[in-house]
């Protein structure tokens, strides 16, 4: 499978195509909204997500509940458009008028801020107003991502393979403390996810009122938070997903590539990650034994990857978002056009975005697992995707 997708954050909506996703793959619109609606939950969001409230509709590649092979075609609204109309979509003809020329303009953005894609989105695509950048570089997008995402949960779901994520820390409350299943059973990870789709930041119910707090007293100090977020792929997890043979190839790096093209997302790690640096060989490895017959072992710290490869074991990350660049305390900028120092101005962002960036986050680990999947498996249709695996019809 792969996508592509197109819109502005405060133009009228967002474009969504999947292709390569096998025939009659049981597919429903609940499916992918119940995903965007996790995106859009999070303690600590700003006003923005009380504006929006994310559903696709198929425009093209699903027939009564069911994928028929050809592209898939979402389209999802943005609702605050109905405020942007103007500045987002007025037609050059009616740049005559008075009134519609004052109201771009009040849309200009020349003053450049700090942490976002603004200077260099600027000078790169040579560009006087900023907010050509800014609508695209938004986060908006990633309620696109998390559109094709779940679409790939979907179809791995048919496998026994399920992408979670759940919030470890917010603004360093949590850092180090880990709340992670000892053993890879699945109960333990199913146990775990649903108990942290509870609350409304989407972490242990042992953090919550901590994490909460944190992201209280940033709310009322008037500055922004990132943390991190850990996820898992769990149940089925096929023995060698990705390959040893080539740089291009190795899961690991393709997983940590998706997660890092997320917005604010700073570091990935691999299973026990910069930790193992520290460590001696023999910490480190995850040591075999027969479990009746079965090959077995005693721990996961290589996150269920191994030269490259998926070993069995579930697969487990780490992501760590930067905090969010706009905040009301006011930033040290200057204008790109007139070169003049001035402090940023704000008029509404998030808090804190980590909960929502787990949920994007697991979208493009759903992606790579099911690129890297149909690529082991091959399949027009599901039912051939599901013979090659050697299962039966689900
Ligand atoms: C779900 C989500 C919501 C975000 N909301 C905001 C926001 O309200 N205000 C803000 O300044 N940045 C927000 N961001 C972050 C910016 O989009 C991002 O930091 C910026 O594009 C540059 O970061 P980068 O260098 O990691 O791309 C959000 C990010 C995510 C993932
Ligand atoms: C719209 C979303 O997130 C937005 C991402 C974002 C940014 O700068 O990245 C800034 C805010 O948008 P606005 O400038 O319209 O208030 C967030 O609300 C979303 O997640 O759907």
Redesign the pocket.
Known sequence: MRFLTAGE??GPGLTIIVEGIPADLPLLAEDIDRDLAR??VGFG?????SI?T?RVTFRGGVRLGRTIGSPIAMTLENR?FKNWAVPMSVSPVDLGDEAVRAQLEAKRITRLRPG?ADYPGAVKYGLADVRNI?ER????E??SRVAAGAIAKQLLRQFNIHVHSHVVEIGGVGAGESVRPALPAFEAWKDLFERVEQNDLRCHPDLYERLRARVVEAAKGGYTLGGAVELAAYGEIPVGLGSHVHYDRRIDGLLAGAAMSV?TVKAVEVGIGTAAARETGADVQDEFINAAGEIARTSNHAGGIEGGMTNGQPVLLRAYLKP?P?MRKALKSIDLITREPFEAHY????TC?VP?GGVVCEAMMAIVLAQELQRKLGGDSLAEMLRHAGRGPV
């Open positions: 954050s405060h995106r859009q969001r700003g006003g923005r997500m929006e994310d605050d976002h800014l570089s938004s986060a908006r990633t309620a917005h969010l706009t008029e509404r962002s998030d975005a929502a």
